[in-house]
């Protein structure tokens, strides 16, 4: 693996926008920035030009000069350490967004001092300035690939400091009673005590339920980041594929009366008020000596088990007993019972109000899990989707941390696990040397979340994945 190294003395140049649009930026950092810069551009107002050097957050007009030419008319923005992104020289281009001269912008500066930047290396360089911590840094990537709402506020308040500032107060808690404990090995022979056992452990057991609820919201988080996933499962012919169109409003499924017609899974993506779901048509579950309908009834259930909420969907013409007995063989597929399973009875429009009453009665599910819709005609779609958002809405609250980031997870859950045996130890009176080992593991796991505690392998994994330019 290519791990990013830090070169204090290397300035660093990529383009900071995407293609298309009137206007292209490319952004330059380094301890040279300026004095590059000052090699092809040439300001219309030479003493704003100096001041800017001087003092930053001043924008200059000028031209871009080729050879002696006027490759383009441009706006630099100068910035002065360290108030600036990455708390380096900076400087940044606005120019016209022609292909051509982005990249000959790009060619001028690597040939005057210049080198090109590597994913993630702006933000690599903000968090060895100490301008944010390894858990903000990871927020701008989530940030820029937010695509609802949802994933965007929780990325703002990450990026905020929000998650570190709570991280950091519970490191250091832990941090003084473990200097506390380590003290008291310097003084083992005169049997003095100065971290108080019962104190510790009622902190220990404070912090390690406040780091397992962290570690609990990653499953929504993680839904909330990456799409909530919806699994539209039902024997065949029920209409999964009527109501995943109506759901996403577009003709995505083919649908036709002959059973078995999904063999395969269909996915698609909707934004509802901000969260983004996955909806998931699956494969008619019934028995079959199909073979290739088989894998999809498979791939059925691996999809239930993945989903965060299970639409069963059964046909109103359908007995009670059958569409129960379905109920009850999704509930037994579900090992996860923070799982929401939705019962609904589709083609409603062929009952009777009476009937629909009836039916109703008779079904075992949970009330407010319980729909009647007509796919084909759209009725109860409304409801459906009011549903699901309430059932993933409920689940979140404003002021709630929310872990959304998988090696946060995995550092949370073996913080928890260290903990656990501060506990076991304090209660079997194990000497104070272990104690201290494991408190300052738990320390070791928070810190590698903020970036206290970093390797070179840690730092390479996470900023490979940023675009180039940030």
């Known amino acids: 693996m290519t791990v990013i190294k830090f070169d204090p003395d290397t300035t660093i140049v990529a383009p900071a926008s995407g293609t298309g649009g009137a206007i292209s930026v490319v952004r330059m950092s380094g301890k040279h920035a300026h004095s590059v810069i000052s090699r ?64 000959r912008i790009m060619e001028l500066l690597i040939d005057n001092g210049a080198s090109p930047a590597r994913p993630g290396e702006f933000t690599q360089r903000a968090f060895m300035n100490g301008k944010m911590d390894l858990s903000q840094a990871e927020a701008v990537a989530d940030l820029i690939s937010s695509a609802s709402e949802a994933s965007h506020r929780l990325a703002i308040k990450q990026m905020r400091g929000g998650y570190s500032d709570e991280i950091n107060k519970i490191r250091e808690r832990m941090l003084h009673f473990a200097s506390m404990i380590e003290l008291e090995l310097d003084f083992s022979e005169e049997d003095v005590e100065f971290a108080n ?12 339920s406040y780091t397992d609820t962290l570690a609990s919201s990653f499953k929504y988080g993680n839904a909330i980041k990456n799409g909530v996933p919806v699994a539209i499962v039902g024997k065949p012919n029920v209409g999964k594929s009527t109501l995943l169109n109506a759901l996403l409003k577009d003709d995505r499924a083919i ?166 045996r501060v506990i076991q130890n304090l209660d079997d009176r194990i000497p104070e040397d272990l104690i201290a080992m494991d408190l300052r593991q738990a320390i070791h796991y928070l810190g590698e979340i903020t970036g206290e505690i970093s390797t070179d392998e ?8 940023f675009c180039i330019g940030k």
């Open 40 to 103: 092809i551009f040439k300001p219309h107002d030479t003493d704003k030009e100096a001041d800017a050097k001087s003092n930053g957050f001043s924008i200059v007009y000028g031209d871009i000069m080729d050879k002696g030419k006027i490759l383009d008319d441009v706006l630099v923005s100068y910035f002065r350490k360290p108030n600036s992104y990455t708390g380096e020289d900076s400087i940044e281009i606005s120019c016209h967004a022609s292909s051509y001269i982005q990249q």
């Open 197 to 208: 056992r019962n104190e510790l452990r009622d902190m220990v057991l404070e912090i390690k």
């Open 255 to 420: 649908v036709s009366e002959i059973p078995g017609t999904t063999r395969d899974v269909i996915e698609d993506t909707v934004n509802i008020e901000g969260v983004l779901f996955r909806f998931i048509d699956t494969a008619g579950l019934r028995e079959t000596a199909d073979v290739i309908e088989n894998l999809g009834i498979r791939k059925t259930y691996q999809k239930i088990d993945h989903a965060d909420i299970v639409i069963l969907l059964a046909d109103a013409s359908d007995s009670t007993n059958d569409i129960n007995s379905s109920y009850s063989e999704i509930l037994n597929q579900v090992d996860d019972k923070n799982k929401t399973i939705i019962l609904v009875i589709n083609k409603c429009d062929l009952l009777s109000e009476e009937k629909k009453l009836i039916l109703l009665k008779q079904l075992k599910c949970p009330g407010n899990k319980c729909l009647m819709i007509s796919a084909v005609k759209g009725k109860g779609i409304s409801e459906l989707t009011n549903i699901i958002l309430r059932s993933i809405k409920d689940n979140s609250d404003e002021n709630t941390l929310i872990v959304t980031n998988l090696r946060h997870y995995n550092s949370l859950r073996s913080c928890s696990e260290s903990l656990a």
């Open 458 to 465: 840690i730092l390479g994994n996470i900023f490979k994945n």
